[in-house]
Every structure is written in structure tokens, then in C-alpha cells.
């Protein structure tokens, strides 16, 4: 069994045939935790899951790139779309956390890669910074883990150094900073903190020589395996739409980077996953 703990099957890019894609994957045995990113796919997450009990379950959250209004291309994939600038509503998210199968919250965090042409970089990270912590106080008090999202500026790792300073901050480490990009001694201090990493579909790439060296180093106990589907499809899928079923390829190079076995990984990362998410 593979629990993959990040992915959008509740976006658009599934609207014709999430039932075959949420299927394919429980046919295989693997569980997925859908992930939203405002508050009309974070309804959409809760929603699917709600019919899919056990095996599939909702995250709700707003991510910094829809608190302002721009056009987002994802990278390696044809995907582009249009952000609306949206307030975090608290009070509409609380209603959602009241469901049994929400069982995390976010995708929160900081995004400095995509940041809006018509406002000063500044003011956009404070207005980020501002509505995580109000995630991780809403995390906090309804005692569920945080999924965290963390996109640097191109070529350094600034933003997983603000998320730190934010977490110290609030107190709260209680969660997984998801998709990881950022460097070693990064990870080993949250890791120090409590927090989990989580790697997607990026570990198969054979350029990703450093997420490599990072794999290798960190307990097997500390990480967790994620698609971020539809995007970051794994070696061989590269390119195309990513679905949750591919988390068995993220956790099959994990095993190789580690030497060891396949079963291992899937039954270490599944226990986390289980004992984080309370599933
Ligand atoms: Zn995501």
C-alpha cells in the first residue's frame, strides 16, 4: 500500500474522468489525499472524498499564487491559467474542517517564484506571509497538520528560510513541507523541528542530482511520497498528465537512492502518512 499525500485530482484537468483516475488508483492500493488551493477546490476535495471513505481524503487551503490576480504557467507541463485574487475566508474553511475526511490544511505558504507584475515584490510577500500564518493558526487550533508550499525565487532557496522564520514564529510544527526544492541543512531543520519532507515525481529526473544527495541523507522516517498530480508526472510519464497511481514510481526511486527494499519505503512512508493525517 502508497498513501500519495499531495495531489489535485479536484482540479479542472480531471473533470472528465476523476472517478476513473481515483479507480485506477485504489485499485492498485494506493490512497491520495487531494489537496485544494482555494476555496472552490478546497469544497471540490471535500466533496470527492466524501464518497470514497475509506482511501481518499481532502486538504483545504489557500495558495499564495491566488491571493492576487495573474497568468500562471506550470512549468513542463501545458498548463496555464489565470489566478483570481482571493481572501482567505476563515470562517468558509472552518465550515469545511468540520468534515471527517478534511484531514489536513493547505496547500499553504509562500510562493516567491510567481509573484504579480503590477504590485512591489514586497508588498505581495507580506500579504503572503500574513495569510499563512493565519493558516497555521487555523492549523493549530483545530489540531490538524499544515501542508506547506514553498517556491523559492529562481536560483536560491529564500522563501524555505522565511517559511522557517514563520513557523518559529507562530510555534506550530506540526506538517510537511511538500514538493521539496530547498537544500540540505534546510530540510534537516525542520526535520529537527518535527516537521516531514515530501517528494514528488521530481526525484526521478536524473538531472535532480542535489533532491538525490537530499533523499539519501534524511531518515526514511521523515519522508513522505506525493504526485502533485496532474503535475511533475515521474520518469517515464514526464511531461504528460500526472495521476496519483505514479506514486509508486516516486517511491520506487526513493528505495533505490536508499538501498532498500520497495516494501520498506511503502510501508515506512504509509505509517507516516497514517500517523500524520490521523487515517
Ligand atoms: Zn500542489
Same mark, same amino acid.
Given at each position: 500500500?502508497?498513501?500519495?499525500?499531495?495531489?489535485?485530482?479536484?482540479?479542472?484537468?480531471?473533470?472528465?474522468?476523476?472517478?476513473?483516475?481515483?479507480?485506477?488508483?485504489?485499485?492498485?492500493?494506493?490512497?491520495?489525499?487531494?489537496?485544494? %488551493?482555494?476555496?472552490?477546490?478546497?469544497?471540490?476535495?471535500?466533496?470527492?472524498?466524501?464518497?470514497?471513505?475509506?482511501?481518499?481524503?481532502?486538504?483545504?487551503?489557500?495558495?499564495?499564487?491566488?491571493?492576487?490576480?495573474?497568468?500562471?504557467?506550470?512549468?513542463?507541463?501545458?498548463?496555464?491559467?489565470?489566478?483570481?485574487?482571493?481572501?482567505?475566508?476563515?470562517?468558509?474553511?472552518?465550515?469545511?474542517?468540520?468534515?471527517?475526511?478534511?484531514?489536513?490544511?493547505?496547500?499553504?505558504?509562500?510562493?516567491?517564484?510567481?509573484?504579480?507584475?503590477?504590485?512591489?515584490?514586497?508588498?505581495?510577500?507580506?500579504?503572503?506571509?500574513?495569510?499563512?500564518?493565519?493558516?497555521?493558526?487555523? *492549523?493549530?487550533?483545530?489540531?490538524?497538520?499544515?501542508?506547506?508550499?514553498?517556491?523559492?525565487?529562481?536560483?536560491?532557496?529564500?522563501?524555505?528560510?522565511?517559511?522557517?522564520?514563520?513557523?518559529?514564529?507562530?510555534?506550530?510544527?506540526?506538517?510537511?513541507?511538500?514538493?521539496?526544492?530547498?537544500?540540505?541543512?534546510?530540510?534537516?531543520?525542520?526535520?529537527?523541528?518535527?516537521?516531514?519532507?515530501?517528494?514528488?515525481?521530481?526525484?526521478?529526473?536524473?538531472?535532480?542530482?542535489?533532491?538525490?544527495?537530499?533523499?539519501?541523507?534524511?531518515?526514511?522516517?521523515?519522508?513522505?511520497?506525493?504526485?502533485? *498530480?496532474?503535475?511533475? %508526472?515521474?520518469?517515464?510519464?514526464?511531461?504528460?498528465?500526472?495521476?496519483?497511481?505514479?506514486?509508486?514510481?516516486?517511491?520506487?526511486?526513493?528505495?533505490?537512492?536508499?538501498?532498500?527494499?520497495?516494501?520498506?519505503?511503502?510501508?515506512?512512508?504509509?505509517?507516516? *502518512?497514517?500517523?500524520?493525517?490521523?487515517?
Amino acid at each position: 500500500m502508497l498513501i500519495d499525500t499531495h495531489c489535485h485530482v479536484n482540479f479542472s484537468a480531471y473533470k472528465d474522468d476523476y472517478e476513473q483516475v481515483i479507480q485506477n488508483s485504489l485499485n492498485e492500493n494506493i490512497w491520495l489525499i487531494n489537496i485544494g %488551493s482555494q476555496l472552490s477546490t478546497s469544497i471540490r476535495a471535500v466533496e470527492i472524498a466524501s464518497k470514497y471513505q475509506p482511501g481518499v481524503y481532502a486538504a483545504v487551503g489557500l495558495h499564495p499564487i491566488h491571493l492576487n490576480e495573474m497568468e500562471v504557467d506550470e512549468f513542463e507541463q501545458d498548463i496555464h491559467f489565470k489566478s483570481r485574487a482571493e481572501q482567505f475566508n476563515i470562517d468558509e474553511y472552518k465550515k469545511l474542517l468540520n468534515q471527517p475526511q478534511t484531514v489536513g490544511i493547505g496547500e499553504m505558504g509562500l510562493d516567491y517564484f510567481h509573484l504579480p507584475s503590477d504590485k512591489k515584490p514586497e508588498e505581495v510577500k507580506e500579504q503572503q506571509k500574513e495569510v499563512f500564518i493565519n493558516g497555521i493558526r487555523l *492549523a493549530q487550533e483545530y489540531n490538524k497538520p499544515i501542508i506547506i508550499h514553498t517556491r523559492p525565487s529562481k536560483g536560491t532557496f529564500d522563501a524555505y528560510d522565511d517559511v522557517m522564520i514563520i513557523l518559529d514564529q507562530v510555534g506550530y510544527y506540526n506538517g510537511v513541507v511538500h514538493c521539496y526544492g530547498g537544500s540540505l541543512q534546510q530540510a534537516q531543520q525542520f526535520i529537527e523541528r518535527g516537521l516531514l519532507i515530501s517528494f514528488t515525481g521530481i526525484v526521478t529526473f536524473k538531472n535532480a542530482r542535489d533532491l538525490h544527495q537530499i533523499v539519501k541523507a534524511l531518515p526514511l522516517e521523515k519522508i513522505m511520497v506525493e504526485t502533485d *498530480a496532474p503535475y511533475l %508526472s515521474p520518469e517515464p510519464f514526464r511531461g504528460q498528465r500526472n495521476e496519483p497511481k505514479y506514486v509508486k514510481y516516486v517511491a520506487e526511486k526513493i528505495a533505490e537512492l536508499k538501498g532498500v527494499s520497495y516494501n520498506q519505503v511503502a510501508e515506512v512512508t504509509t505509517n507516516t *502518512a497514517r500517523n500524520l493525517f490521523k487515517i
